[in-house]
């Protein structure tokens, strides 16, 4: 027979025998969400790590195609020039500089090419002006050159600051070759105009600076465009990163004091720096959108791995669950992880191509444009001794390959690269028409009545 006070010391003995039993299961428990949790904190730290770094090479090969981009549209610019130099060259006239034949030859190129500021014939030896389109040209400092031209027989481009003088105009020199000798050069003035155009349709893509920089760490042209000096020099920081480099990256303070980052690349052909920056504020926006995406996915990992490891736990202990189960769990985590990356891979390289293509149709519609303008001067130079009734097929031709050279320029500047306001069009076409007929001296006028249309 058990006494009362027995029964109540065997039922705390069991009570007591109860609770280490459940607190001996809460912590199994822990300890196996603590051993589950753990390495999978650590994966999620390393793959945050991985997705920072993706962004960052994300944006330094951005700057770097922006660049390069830069650097091939303004080394095109500069043959089509020197093209049209050689062109000029090669005319008869220049054999007798001092004959009538000279100035208006001079003033119709001038007047052909509308950012040509001068341009003048040197002695090779003396440096001597044998003739030029204005009195004042060329400047003693760009006759300077003219011996190396012509021993070198390659054609030279420099800018103002490069030579020592103000303004930012750039200087072509081209040797004019006779019987296999030179003995004169071709030099010709230009105002860069071009340059600064090209510069400023950096900003249509998408929001960045942009500047070309001389030998001299002259700045000669820029996305602030009239803002920038004609003698302003670079920063001592991107003078010390582009020193002596072809191409690179590096950080930086913008002008609004902002820091930014750069990518630039170095010409072959000029020695220009061409470079390319973005604020770092955008940075942020381009890489945190997706470090949040990607920590919102591993907490989401987190709490369903937490979530998963109690189960696993709980039904180990209670239910002893299978191995197929848990195998077929992991490679379902692993499978949303490898559609993860494919899906983010081909994104980047959607916008990529995408990006890729409208930098390729502008520079394919402005090279179009250019060697057409060519095609104009050298038919306007080889009719200018013709007669009237002979000259008129030619300027016809001229017209003719003007109104193409017109739809891609129009092209060129469109927002969708695809269509042109026609009306557009028409005015420009009605107005060099005008022109071409001498509008304005036959006491002519024209109205045009037109509605925009995109075609």
């Known amino acids: 027979m058990i006494r009362p006070g027995g029964e109540r010391s065997v039922r705390r003995a069991r009570d007591d025998e109860e609770r280490r039993r459940r607190l001996r299961r809460l912590y199994v428990l822990a300890a196996a ?39 091939r549209r303004v080394d095109a610019e500069i043959e089509q020039q020197l093209v049209a130099l050689k062109a000029i060259s090669a005319l008869p006239a220049l054999d007798e500089p001092a004959s009538a034949d000279f100035g ?60 020592g003088l103000e303004g930012r105009e ?5 040797p004019v070759v006779r019987n296999d000798a030179a003995r004169s050069v071709l030099v010709a003035a230009l105002d860069g105009q071009d340059l600064q155009n090209i510069a400023s349709d950096q900003t249509r893509v998408e929001r960045v600076r942009a ?33 002596g480099t072809t191409e690179g990256l590096y950080a930086a303070t913008g002008r609004d004091g902002m820091p930014v980052a750069v990518g630039f690349t170095r010409s072959p052909l000029t020695g220009w720096v061409s470079a390319v920056a973005i604020d770092q504020d955008q940075i942020g926006g381009m890489t945190t959108r997706p470090v949040w995406a ?18 696993v736990v709980t039904t180990v202990m209670e239910r002893r669950v299978t191995d197929e ?12 992880s490898r559609l993860l990356a494919t899906t983010q891979e081909a994104l ?21 444009k250019n060697n057409l303008q060519i095609v104009q ?48 069009y028409l005015g420009e076409l009605l107005r060099e028409l005008s022109e071409g007929f001498g509008a304005d001296e036959r006491a002519i006028s024209s109205q045009l009545q037109a509605n925009a249309m995109r075609v």
């Open 33 to 71: 969400s603590l051993a589950a949790l753990v390495p999978l904190v650590l994966f999620g730290g390393f793959w945050v790590r991985s997705e920072l770094l993706k962004s960052q090479k994300d944006v330094d090969v951005y700057l770097s195609i922006r660049a390069n981009a830069l650097s």
């Open 104 to 163: 208006p030859a001079a003033e119709r190129v001038r007047s052909i090419m509308p950012h040509w500021l001068a341009f003048g014939l040197l002695d090779a030896e003396t440096r001597a002006v044998q003739a030029a389109s204005r009195p004042d040209f060329p400047d003693p400092k760009v006759a300077a050159l003219a011996s190396e031209v012509a021993t070198s027989r390659r054609p030279r481009i420099e800018t103002s600051a490069e030579l």
């Open 170 to 174: 750039l200087f072509l020199y081209v």
């Open 211 to 243: 500047a070309v920089i001389d030998e001299t760490n002259r700045i000669l042209a820029s996305t602030r465009g009239d803002a920038i000096r004609p003698t302003e020099s670079v920063s001592d920081v991107t003078r010390r990163a582009i020193e």
């Open 294 to 311: 990607t920590i919102a996915a591993g907490a989401l990992s987190l709490l369903l791995a937490a979530i998963l490891a109690v189960f």
């Open 325 to 336: 189960r848990l195998a077929a769990s992991r490679a379902l985590g692993e499978l949303d």
């Open 348 to 368: 980047d390289e959607q916008r990529k191509a995408a990006s890729e293509r409208e930098i390729l149709l502008r520079e394919i519609y402005h090279r179009v």
């Open 377 to 424: 001067s050298l038919l306007r130079l080889g009719s200018r001794d013709l007669s009237p009734e002979q000259r008129e097929p030619f300027e016809g031709a001229v017209r003719r390959i003007g109104a193409m050279a017109r739809v891609h320029t129009l092209l060129y500047n469109s927002p969708d690269l695809a269509s042109i306001d026609f009306k557009d």
